[in-house]
């Protein structure tokens, strides 16, 4: 009988060789399936290590701002602490001082900037570590088919060429960034927070996040216990400015986080059909600014927060509130960051070419996650191939920068519809640590 047991239980299929006969039968509908995100998106990393290695060695290194922010960097090196009198090839040094510490190590790596291709190497690194990150988010939020994960890399020309062809410091940004959301995702907080404030010190477009993050960070906690986590991101700021500080307070500030800069209207990407003098007039900049900030409120009040309950609850600790507070789920703290990054986009004074990066990842996320059901899945491809389009569109055109703003346009209108998400953290890759 034991031998009869022993027969059987030898004749059973193994768990492994189930799922695989599962994954022949639904071979189908693997694109299709959120189920098998994880196996996608595996496939699709170990590829992107060939196109980056491919694009490396076959497609010509552009030099844009690489000897800049290496004379930059330099200047600090030399000891030069005065953010006045840094400069390199393409103008005064303007990102803040992580950027100064990141660039100084790749600085040192790469032989004094000399050896691009192993800072191209090095960027590629990056570019497969934000991946990671990304395909983190959209493996625990679900909501968008694997099948558009080939569109968030392998398909975009332009984001293999800000990375490893052109070796901006907005890349360095976003991984840092991304980051963090995966630690907010996580209930890590204050790490989250860390890290997030070493994102901002690298290119402070990271500050396009922040508005969401307040939110959360109310949400979750509400004012008196988030200010701790709020002097965190200053103190990081005020920690890594400290010597540029020290040496010139105003020259910093006014360079690092200069919120008024000029941009060229022969570099923009969005707003080409306008005439120049409009372009750079301070009344159009200033109606962006108010537009801006009314869309951020408006979400706040109608989408972001529960229905039912006021905003200046929020300020009150979580469980004193009217409504009993929930825990903010994965879905809520991931569309709400990427909702108010993607509206500071909407109504940016000017963006360029290598901006492209600061939103290209969280596009399907935000076009799977709107609220329209009859905006099918060819006419949501259809956008993201609008919108690379656009940005693959050199030098702009009316055209090219209509379009962008007809994709955004519908991008909004489909999240001021999006029903709400559940609260409960469920769905929380990890335990809620809540701190």
Request: net charge positive.
């Amino acid at each position: 009988m034991a031998g009869g047991i022993r027969k059987r239980s030898a004749g059973s299929p193994s768990p492994l060789w189930g799922k695989l006969q599962t994954l022949w039968q639904d071979k189908h509908l693997v694109l299709f399936r959120a189920e098998y995100t994880l196996l996608v998106v595996s496939i699709l990393w170990f590829v992107e290590i060939g196109i980056n290695v491919w694009v490396i060695q076959k497609v010509a290194y552009t030099e844009i701002d690489w000897k800049a922010y290496m004379d930059e960097v330099e200047g600090v090196v030399n000891g030069t602490y005065d953010y006045a009198q840094l400069k390199g090839d393409t103008g005064p040094l303007v990102y803040p001082a992580g950027f100064v510490y990141v660039f100084t190590a790749l600085y040192y790596v790469t032989s004094h900037g000399a050896n691009v291709r192993l800072g191209q190497y090095i960027f590629a690194a990056f570019y497969l570590i934000t991946l990671l990150l990304v395909f983190r988010i959209y493996y625990y939020t679900k909501k968008v088919p694997p099948y558009v994960f080939f569109f968030v890399c392998c398909a975009s020309y332009r984001i293999h060429s800000i990375f490893v062809l052109r070796l901006f410091n907005d890349p360095v940004a976003m991984m840092l960034l991304f980051a963090a959301v995966n630690l907010f995702m996580d209930g890590r907080w204050t790490l989250g927070c860390g890290l997030y404030s070493l994102a901002v010190s690298v290119k402070m477009n990271v500050l396009l996040f922040a508005p969401g993050l307040l939110f959360l960070l109310l949400a979750e906690f509400g004012l008196i216990r988030a200010i701790p986590k709020l002097s965190l991101c200053a103190g990081i700021q005020i920690l890594l400015a400290l010597p540029f500080l020290l040496k010139n307070p105003v020259g910093y500030l006014s360079r690092a986080f200069d919120l008024g800069r000029q941009f060229m209207f022969k570099w923009t990407v969005n707003w080409r059909f306008l005439p120049e003098w409009l372009f750079l007039n301070r009344y159009f900049h200033l109606l962006l600014l108010a537009a801006h900030l009314l869309a951020l409120l408006l979400f706040a009040l109608r989408r972001w927060k529960r229905p039912g309950e006021g905003i200046f609850e929020l300020i009150k600790e979580p469980s004193k509130r009217i409504i009993p507070a929930q825990k903010i789920s994965v879905d809520q703290t991931v569309l709400i960051l990427f909702t108010s990054n993607f509206v500071g986009m909407c109504f940016s004074r000017s963006l360029h070419y290598q901006f492209y990066v600061w939103y290209f990842h969280t596009l399907p996320y935000l076009l799977w996650t709107g609220g329209v059901k009859k905006l099918a899945h060819l006419l949501r491809v259809l956008i993201l191939g609008l919108i690379e389009l656009s940005w693959n569109t050199y030098p702009s055109t009316n055209g090219s920068s209509a379009a962008l703003h007809v994709c955004h346009l519908i991008m909004l209108v489909c999240l001021w519809m999006a029903p709400p998400l559940p609260s409960a953290r469920t769905d929380t890759p990890t335990k809620d640590k809540r701190k």
